[in-house]
Structures are given as C-alpha cells and as structure tokens.
C-alpha cells in the first residue's frame, strides 16, 4: 500500500448529517424517542443523538468500552450513575468503561448530543 493510501484510510471525513436517521422508541428502557445518526466502523461509533423533549436513554454501562458525549447547544442534563450534571456547549463528559449512565433531555426543545464510543484496537 503507497503512503497516499495509508493517509486516505487514516483521514476520513464522516457526513453524519448525510446518514439516514434512525428513530429507537424507549432506547435502553428510556422514555420518548431518541433520534440516531450513527456512522461505525473497526476503530468506534460516532453517533448523532437526538432526544426529544422529556425523552431519555435508559441507564447502562458500557462494559468493554466507553462513552464520550459532546452537547453543542444549551446546557442541558445527563446523569452518570446517582449524580445529576449539566453541561455547556462545546463541553465533554465522558462515562468510563464499567459506569451506569442516562441521558435525559429536561429542556422543552430538542437536544441533541455527539457521541462517540471508541472500540479497542491491536
């Protein structure tokens, strides 16, 4: 494989916006609907989430990974294990390998959220 290959498979520009939704009702015995968007490949998940007013994803743990969330509007709320948290855009919170997390959208407009779950590599 030439070098220009190798540099094409390791920069990749990923159009989310252009990936068909997917719309899970209660995801993970949460409430509402949440919106996808998910591109994945060998290397992670990357994902476009988007919950409806009052919706939520149920909580779960991550047992062999973990998960980054990016917001890019106003705060809004996630809850990692007991603890409630809010959050202001262009902000992360990260739910480590092994701890429960939600997310839940207590604002009155939609919220949508980057997620993004690295697998193991080598």
């Not at 520009?13 to 997917?22: A, N, R, S, V, Y």
């Not at 509402?32 to 919950?51: C, N, P, S, V």
């Not at 009052?54 to 062999?64: K, N």
Request: aromatic share 4%; glycine share 6%; net charge neutral.
């Amino acid at each position: 494989m030439t070098a220009e290959k190798s540099e094409r498979k390791a920069i990749m520009e990923i159009k989310l916006h252009d990936i068909p939704e997917q719309i899970v009702h209660c995801m993970r015995d949460g409430k509402g609907d949440t919106h996808k968007q998910t591109f994945e490949d060998d290397y992670a998940r990357i994902m476009i989430i988007t919950l409806d007013p009052g919706a939520s994803i149920g909580p779960h743990t991550h047992e062999t990974n973990y998960e980054i969330f990016m917001a890019s509007v106003e705060p809004e709320r996630c809850c990692m294990k007991a603890r409630k948290s809010r959050w202001l855009p262009a902000s992360a919170i990260t739910a480590r390998k092994g701890h429960n997390h939600s997310l839940v959208n207590s604002g009155s407009e939609p919220l949508s959220v980057f997620a993004i779950i690295p697998k193991r590599v080598g």
